[in-house]
């Protein structure tokens, strides 16, 4: 049962760097969401996208990137990486289907950037 | 613009007590969907319970249930017989309809469950 996979766990970016955040699901979920978690805090999302081809900004959008090319993929890019982006980012998945559309989260990453 | 509250930072619990973990919300929508999700010190976020804004009754799920007051605008979680196992962070969200399903999250309140 693997759900929604979020690779890597753990990582530590300078300054200026960049990285991807990778995202798979494989329970054939249209939506699919990126959220980051600072200390203390609920989530925030950051994009979002209602199926293959489509994505939108959510509510701290700024700093990041993300493409949906396949149903189950969803990478998030972090282009310069600054220390406010150190956070634990979360994504999940719902289906489109029914009225509870319930997500389901990735175990997480937990990016420092120092 | 939706907004949910929880108001409790902790709470303390003894084993086997019930408790009340608060949480009000803010949309002027009248569709909507409330949930409540558990994060273990592990940190995955493991769904609890969904209610939504035209059930006409409470929603439970085990030991879990949801005191859904909707002119009150509040979402309360209550735990039976508590377990050290439910020592967590609980958060309450918010979806709108129509709005891909969307999420916002409260706060939080941290659960710690004694013996």
């Known amino acids: 049962n693997a759900g929604v996979t979020q690779t890597p766990k753990f990582r530590i970016l300078k300054i200026g760097q960049s990285m991807t955040l990778q995202c798979t699901q494989d329970?054939?979920?249209?939506?699919m969401y990126w959220y980051r978690q600072d200390p203390g805090m609920g989530l925030k999302l950051i994009y979002y996208s209602v199926g293959a081809g489509i994505t939108d900004k959510g509510e701290v959008p700024n700093g990041y990137n993300v493409s949906r090319s396949t149903t189950e993929d969803f990478p998030l890019r972090l282009e310069l990486a600054a220390p406010s982006q150190t956070s634990v980012y979360f994504c999940?998945?719902?289906?489109?289907?029914?009225?509870?559309?319930?997500?389901?989260f990735g175990a997480g990453t937990r990016l420092s950037v120092l | 613009a939706q907004k949910i509250t929880q108001t409790q930072p902790g709470m303390f619990v003894q084993e086997k007590e019930a408790v009340t973990l608060d949480c009000t919300y803010d949309?002027?929508?009248?569709?909507?969907?409330l949930f409540w999700y558990k994060q273990p010190s592990s940190g995955e976020m493991i769904f609890l319970i969904y209610?939504?804004?035209?059930?006409?009754q409470n929603a439970t799920e085990g030991r879990y249930s949801l005191n859904f007051q909707k002119a009150r605008k509040s979402a309360n979680l209550v735990i039976s017989a508590s377990q050290l196992g439910d020592s967590a962070m609980y958060f309450c969200?918010?979806?709108?309809?129509?709005?891909?399903?969307?999420?916002?999250f409260g706060t939080g309140t941290r659960l710690q469950v004694t013996l």
């Open positions: 209610q939504g804004s035209y059930d006409q």
């Open positions: 949309t002027s929508d009248p569709s909507y969907g």
């Open positions: 969200a918010m979806r709108l309809t129509g709005t891909a399903s969307k999420l916002t």
């Open positions: 999940a998945s719902s289906s489109s289907a029914g009225d509870k559309n319930i997500q389901y």
């Open positions: 329970m054939n979920h249209n939506y």
